[in-house]
């Protein structure tokens, strides 16, 4: 007779079947071989997320950005025709990168020996055009690259033809945020670290509630768990084909810290107002419209995650360097302050997510170092980890094809 | 910069030279350059006064905040930046977290709101 089978009872997982249960290999995060396939079969052939259109708000604004991934600086410029674009910032005359940093700008010029290029990409002057042969400045553009955005998130994509379109990628995640308010909330606050760890174990510590009763138990457990929920949970798990979503549980019932009492005075700090107005939220933010709610956790495959909570939002990106470094952004979103009081109040809650982000970083770079040693060929997720498991199998079936 | 506070912070006036910055990093650079006594202080001396600093500060508008306010501002903005160290860890920085110095702050001024637009 079979051993009984034990497992979580109302299993998110068993509605997904084709997920399984077993334990997953390390060699997703720790071969070299298995990190070039996902540069060639995944990164080089996905919409990648790149920041958001608040970055370079204005015609001229533009920023460049360097993916290691894909062995590439781009340039991302806002045009004079208000059109976000794209383009390798490389020199078609000898390949000097043409832009730098960020900032405001009518065009580029190389600082090789002077092509100038407009924020449209073309090639407007070049010095001394009549010592080249056959020249025709129309042939020698920025090579552009397939830029979108989605609710004023920029995304790339460096195939010649994508296979969908930026619409289409996002998929069912744009039909359950629609009427998010993205565009009414400003960046508060930015972080960049270069964490030592594979890009999937990066974003895996923000896919999954069960380190919050642990790695969080300063700054977090009282207002994200409760006596009737001692850990952390996701509720309302959907699987979007490569995306997916979860909402993370809050206790609204927690007693605030004297500066967060303080805060709350002037203006809605993390927790405390996640319960007003459920119902005007968008039917995939909180879509149970529990009052025991954090915030959500939404992935768009591969690298980007969107977390929106009433009245705050914060996105970030892991952007592989190799197979054991990985560049990770967070940028946190709240209303414009109106006044001093708002500014103060949106404060509490900039520095203790500084502080929550810190303790998530804290355990990766030993994780990454233990895998490393070869010592496991495997590890295991709970019913209550499915986003990661699910991270695992949708790269695993593309590396695999 | 100028340091003198409104006659009804007197009391906060000896924090307004060391602990009024209006950066981000800057303020957490102070507090992870400070001793736990001398956060624990300059919270205890803040506390009492964070109501009446935010009702005296929402008297003027972002924009036109005069200097002597702006310093008003970002003791409170210190306050709030040392409140996990006193609050949460009875420690100067986050235990058991990413090594500050590898995380990086580019977060907005406070300054950058308090000009129109
Ligand atoms: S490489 Fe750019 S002008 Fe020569
Ligand atoms: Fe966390």
Redesign the interface.
């Given at each position: 007779m079979n051993a009984p089978q034990t497992g979580p009872a109302n299993a998110i997982t068993a509605r997904y079947p084709e997920l399984g249960t077993g334990p997953v290999s390390t060699e997703a995060v720790i071969s070299p071989e298995y990190f070039e396939k996902e540069r060639e079969k995944i990164f080089k052939k996905s919409w990648l997320n790149v920041g958001r259109i608040d970055q370079i708000p204005s015609p001229g604004d533009y920023m460049v950005r360097d993916l290691d991934i894909l062995n590439t600086s781009l340039i991302i410029v806002q045009g004079q025709d208000s059109q976000v674009r794209a383009f390798h910032n490389a020199c078609p005359h000898r390949g000097n990168k043409v832009a730098q940093g960020k900032g405001n700008t009518k065009g580029f010029a190389c600082g090789f020996h002077g092509w100038t290029f407009n924020t449209e990409g073309s090639l407007v002057f070049v010095p001394d055009e009549e010592q080249f042969f056959d020249f025709d400045k129309g042939d020698f553009c920025l090579k552009a690259v397939n830029c979108e955005t989605w609710n004023g998130f920029v995304f790339i994509n460096v195939e010649e033809q994508p296979s969908e379109t930026l619409l289409e990628w996002v998929g069912e995640l744009d039909r359950q945020l629609d009427g998010y308010p993205f565009d009414d909330m400003v960046?508060?606050?930015?972080?960049?670290?270069?964490?030592k760890a594979n890009w999937k174990v990066v974003i895996d510590a923000f896919q999954e509630a069960y380190h919050v009763a642990f790695v969080h138990r300063?700054?977090a457990t009282g207002a994200y768990t409760s006596p009737e929920t001692p850990y952390c949970k996701l509720s309302a798990v959907e699987l979007y084909g490569r995306n997916r979503r979860g909402s993370v549980y809050a206790n609204p019932d927690f007693t605030p810290?004297?500066?967060?009492a303080?805060?709350f005075?002037?203006g809605p700090t993390f927790i405390q107002a996640a319960q007003a107005d459920l119902d005007k939220l968008p039917v995939g933010v909180n879509p149970e419209r529990t009052p025991n709610w954090g915030f959500d956790i939404n992935v768009i495959f591969p690298n980007f995650r969107f977390d929106p909570g009433q009245g705050f939002y914060f996105a970030d990106n892991f952007l592989p360097i190799s197979v054991d470094q990985t560049l990770y952004e967070i940028r946190?979103y709240m209303p414009?302050?109106?006044?001093?009081?708002e500014?103060?109040s949106q404060?509490?809650t900039?520095?203790?997510l500084?502080?929550i982000?810190?303790?998530?970083?804290?355990t990766l770079e030993t994780t990454q170092e233990a895998l490393n040693t070869g010592v496991m060929d495997t590890i295991r997720f709970s019913d209550q980890e499915i986003l990661c498991r699910h991270q695992y199998k949708v790269v695993d079936d593309i590396v695999n094809s | 910069m100028e340091y003198t506070l409104p006659d009804q912070f007197n009391e906060i006036q000896p924090l307004a030279e060391e602990w009024a910055f209006a950066d981000?990093a800057a303020r957490?650079h102070k507090r992870r350059a400070s001793s736990m006594a001398e956060i624990q202080g300059f919270y205890d001396a803040m506390?009492p006064q964070?109501?009446s600093?935010?009702?005296y500060?929402?008297g003027?508008?972002?924009a036109d905040?005069p200097e002597e306010?702006k310093t008003v501002?970002y003791l409170?903005?210190m306050?709030?930046?040392v409140?996990?160290a006193v609050?949460?860890?009875q420690e100067v920085d986050?235990?058991?977290?990413?090594p500050?110095e590898?995380?990086?702050?580019?977060?907005?001024s406070?300054d950058h709101?308090m000009t129109a637009g």
């Open positions: 960046c508060l606050g930015e972080y960049r670290a270069e964490v300063r700054t810290s004297p500066s967060a303080v805060a005075k002037h946190l414009r302050p109106r006044n001093a009081g500014m103060i404060e509490n900039r520095v203790l500084r502080d982000v810190r303790e998530d970083l804290n | 981000e957490n506390r964070m109501d600093a935010m009702t500060l929402n003027f508008k972002l905040t306010a501002l409170a903005l306050f709030m930046e409140s996990t609050e949460m860890y986050v235990p058991e977290s990413f500050a590898r995380y990086n702050i580019l977060s907005p406070a709101f």
